[in-house]
């Protein structure tokens, strides 16, 4: 279905038919999954940084380093999503955002096991094993965030299989 190139890119195609609503709801729903999964990546890179200035530790640039590629690939993947539900036609690059798909969950399982259960199970005192609760915590957090994602591309595929017509 063409589009017009009069009116504006906003608002291009908002009422042309059911494809179009059901791509604009599911963009909404990456978006908002997406923003809810920016904050704990946001508050581990913000963890990293400190700890990189502070105390010159060797596991700062993993955590930030590790935020900002997973932030980047859920973005990626994020707008995979979206342009698949527009019924755009496949980009090499969504070849790479398939693929980078597995960053977010791999550095939630090292925040979770790595920097969380393992300070618990090997630290000194109760600061130690305090820590590795928050670190657990937050790499829970970037995991059930990341599932969000995930569930929205299920649902956006299943709401557009029969929409071609």
């Known amino acids: 279905m063409p589009e017009s190139p009069s009116r504006p890119w906003w608002v291009q195609g908002k009422a042309d038919g059911p494809r179009q609503a059901v791509a604009t709801a599911v963009q909404d729903l990456v978006a908002k999954r997406l923003g809810r999964g920016f904050v704990p990546l946001a508050v581990l890179f913000a963890v990293g940084i400190v700890q990189r200035l502070v105390a010159s530790s060797g596991g700062a640039l993993p955590l930030s380093g590790g935020a900002l590629v997973a932030g980047c690939a859920m973005l990626a993947y994020g707008l995979r999503i979206s342009q698949n539900a527009f019924g755009r036609p ?36 109760l600061s130690d094993v305090g820590v590795g609760i928050a670190f657990a915590a937050v790499g829970t957090w970037v ?22 017509e």
């Open 90 to 125: 496949h980009r090499p690059w969504m070849s790479a955002a398939m693929l980078g798909s597995l960053v977010p969950p791999i550095f939630a399982l090292y925040v979770l096991a790595w920097r969380g259960l393992r300070q618990m199970a090997v630290g000194d005192g």
């Open 143 to 164: 995991m059930r965030s990341w599932m969000k994602v995930v569930e929205v591309e299920r649902l956006a595929r299943v709401m557009t299989i029969d929409l071609e």
